[in-house]
């Protein structure tokens, strides 16, 4: 599995033509890239003018959510084969601040078996508000995982990636330390192994998010161990996301 680098871009830019212009200088950068994968997740209204653009380059485009129906009265959703029919086929499902506006565990879960089914591939978010001492955060994570995952099939798990995103680290500028992040992808890696076996280990990659940056990025990459990052204010400027998908193509 290659590594992977996702610009979230979250409510921003302002415009069609601002997206346009962030995603051509992406694409600019990261041409010749080999060894990581690039993708930016824009607002879904920009989604099938920026997929036109990305057809036959090598940054491809997520989408920021999904809805589990194929199709019906559910006004303001967007669907996996709706996404599908203008070739977007990955989506972040859980991000926290989609769970602060209500969204729930179970409600995932939905998009997420939604999305595996649709031979889309799931980026699940996952992540504690906050640190304790006795490793109630671990409890935390583990419980998203496995409801996000419970109805996957083993057959999809090549479907799925998780992303580890702690409340705390994101948009604050505090990211979590290379071991925190290291810790982390062991225990999810647990978790997966303990749910699904081994084999899993090899099909999902596990992710970190939170305040990356070219600064931080190579040593969250070489000591934190992760399959790659989920980068919000900082994929919002095309030379500080390049430069992340370059340290992590170099590493
Ligand atoms: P941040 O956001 O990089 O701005 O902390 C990450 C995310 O929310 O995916």
């Not at 799925?160 to 225990?187: C, Q, R, S």
């Amino acid at each position: 599995m290659k590594p992977i680098v996702i610009g979230n871009w979250k409510l921003n830019p302002t415009s069609l033509s601002l997206a346009n212009t962030l995603y051509t200088d992406v694409q600019k950068g990261v041409a010749r890239l080999r060894k990581v994968e690039v993708a930016v997740a824009p607002p879904m209204v920009f989604l099938s003018a920026l997929a036109e653009k990305a057809k036959g380059k090598k940054t491809f485009l997520v989408a920021q959510d999904v809805f589990w129906e194929k199709l019906g009265a559910h006004t303001g959703e967007v669907s996996n084969a709706m996404l599908s029919s203008i070739n977007v086929k990955h989506v972040i499902i859980g991000h926290s601040e989609v769970r602060e506006q209500g969204e729930t565990d179970d409600e995932v879960a939905k998009k997420v078996s939604a999305t595996v089914k649709a031979g889309n591939t799931a980026i699940i978010c996952v992540g504690e508000k906050e640190r304790d001492d006795h490793g109630h955060y671990l409890a935390l994570v583990e419980d998203q995982i496995r409801m996000a995952l419970q109805g996957v099939p083993k057959t999809k798990l090549g479907n799925v990636a998780i992303a580890y995103e702690p409340i705390w680290a994101i948009g604050t500028g505090n990211t979590a330390t290379a071991h925190d992040a290291h810790e982390m992808k062991l225990f999810i890696q647990k978790v997966l192994s303990d749910m699904f076996g081994r084999t899993a280990l090899s099909k999902i990659r596990v992710l970190y998010g939170g305040s990356v940056n070219k600064k931080n990025a190579e040593e969250l990459y070489t000591q934190g161990e992760v399959d790659g990052f989920l980068v919000g204010g900082a994929s919002l400027k095309a030379d500080n996301f390049i430069e992340v998908a370059k340290i992590v193509d170099r590493l």
